[in-house]
């Protein structure tokens, strides 16, 4: 069983569209986070949710908004889509406590934005 | 605060020899420290992590790690490369309630035949 699965593993549209991604794991973890990786691979954190509550918000456009409705879910919903919102989306989770702490990553969701 | 400097974009090695990845960390305390791997069009895998007991950690496909308080230092060693270890490379730091976790931008390791 993949521990976290999102889904569509690619994504093409048109600008101005929105569209969904999916994140589910099955790890029992009380953390998600979305990241964002550009063409340089540079990996930047989006979001992060514990236990179902939004933790971290770092700097990311309104058009994007996380929805965690319970802990094992995370899904990101991207409104009127930008070319510069092509990248690839790499949902985690992991479970905050001492000795545990270490991420596990979706294969990601690659972004195409035409 | 938090951050990491991967010393090196692009690393090239010949198969069979060593590889040494650079990664120096700031922290405000006693770090927890990551070494990631990315295949192409992969996921990010855990290759091994620092969290306060042995300071040379090993993990998988036979890397390792030293951590150096006084470097400030997480390089990442591996004594013989395969061609199957060209790859990305993150070293990351966690957070201090590990809430967020802090990528360094990456090395490309690239192995020649």
């Known amino acids: 069983d993949t521990a976290v699965s999102q889904t569509p593993k690619y994504l093409v549209t048109q600008m101005g569209n929105d569209k969904s991604i999916k994140c589910e794991q099955n790890l029992g973890h009380d953390t998600m986070y979305w990241y964002k990786q550009d063409s340089k691979k540079f990996l930047k954190i989006m979001f992060s949710y514990n236990n179902k509550e939004l933790i971290i918000n770092e700097t990311v456009p309104n058009r994007f908004s996380p929805k965690s409705p319970d802990k094992a879910h995370l899904n990101l919903h991207i409104n009127s889509l930008e070319l510069g919102d092509s990248a690839v989306y790499f949902c985690?989770?992991?479970?905050?406590?001492?000795?545990?702490?270490?991420?596990?990553f979706g294969s990601g969701t690659q972004l195409s934005v035409l | 605060a938090q951050s990491v400097t991967q010393l090196d974009s692009h690393v090239s090695v010949s198969e069979g020899t060593p590889v040494l990845l650079r990664c120096n960390y700031s922290s405000s305390y006693s770090p927890s420290l990551f070494w990631y791997v990315q295949h192409p069009n992969k996921g990010l895998q855990l290759l091994l992590k620092?969290?306060?007991?042995?300071?040379l950690v090993k993990g998988i496909n036979g890397f390792e790690a030293e951590f150096k308080k006084s470097e400030t230092s997480f390089h990442l060693t591996k004594p013989s490369a395969h061609m199957s270890d060209a790859a990305e490379y993150f070293c990351v730091v966690g957070g201090y309630n590990f809430n967020k976790f802090y990528f360094g931008s990456g090395t490309k390791l690239n192995v020649k035949p």
């Open positions: 985690a989770s992991s479970q905050v406590r001492a000795g545990h702490e270490k991420l596990f």
């Open positions: 620092y969290t306060s007991a042995a300071t």
